[in-house]
């Protein structure tokens, strides 16, 4: 049987991807089971499926704006998630982030790369809109900063970046994050146990 293929499908200018982040490490411990991370961009997505962002679609909505901050903070202490911090930034254009996302999987430094983009947006509320913002934070991190800019201008890159979001499209994805365990999809923060249930469902019957 082919082995299960588990995909988390995010771009660093969702919220909600970054708290998927901070808890998938806790699902492969408990499944055995490693999330492939495949950057997409999301304004493309928002394009290609006629979607719009939450912050966007919900502006006009007290009651929904309200509600999605309580479930944000229940989630933050569910998972004692305490460095989580809004972006005063937000939203920013993720394009360059994105394509050093691919760059860094591409030089086999993509797990340091993603971990420290996703903490410089959402816990320590860095302007990544901003390229020596961007050196800096990938210098921190002790990542060779020329050699991932250089590879995120690599033509291959832009296109496999734009082949991530294009797939998602056609596979019925239209926000981050997204989860695909198998064929199957599932959308957003509030649907990890759902995540997390298929897995071990697959995993049985192995």
Request: glycine share 6%.
């Amino acid at each position: 049987m082919k082995p299960l293929q588990v995909q988390f499908l995010f771009d660093f200018g969702s919220p909600n991807a970054y708290l998927c982040h901070k808890v998938l490490q806790g699902i492969e411990s408990r499944t055995g089971v490693n999330f492939e991370y495949v950057p997409i961009l999301l304004g493309g997505l928002f394009k290609l499926s006629n979607n719009r962002s939450p912050f966007e679609a919900h502006a006009g909505i007290p009651n929904k704006r309200a509600y999605d901050l309580l479930e944000l903070q229940r989630f933050l202490a569910r998972h004692q998630l305490t460095r989580f911090k809004f972006n005063p930034h937000f939203p920013v254009n993720t394009l360059s982030i994105m394509r050093l996302a691919v760059a860094a999987q591409a030089l086999g430094c993509g797990v340091e790369a993603i971990d420290s983009l996703f903490s410089a947006m959402w816990e320590q509320a860095i302007n990544l809109s901003d390229a020596d913002e961007i050196a800096a934070v990938l210098r921190a991190a002790g990542l060779d900063g020329a050699a991932l800019w250089t590879k995120a201008q690599d033509p291959e890159i832009k296109a496999r970046l734009a082949s991530n979001t294009q797939s998602a499209f056609e596979r019925g994805a239209f926000g981050s994050p997204s989860f695909f365990v198998g064929d199957q999809l599932f959308f957003g923060k509030d649907r990890l146990r759902e995540v997390e249930e298929e897995i071990v469902r697959h995993c049985a019957a192995i």
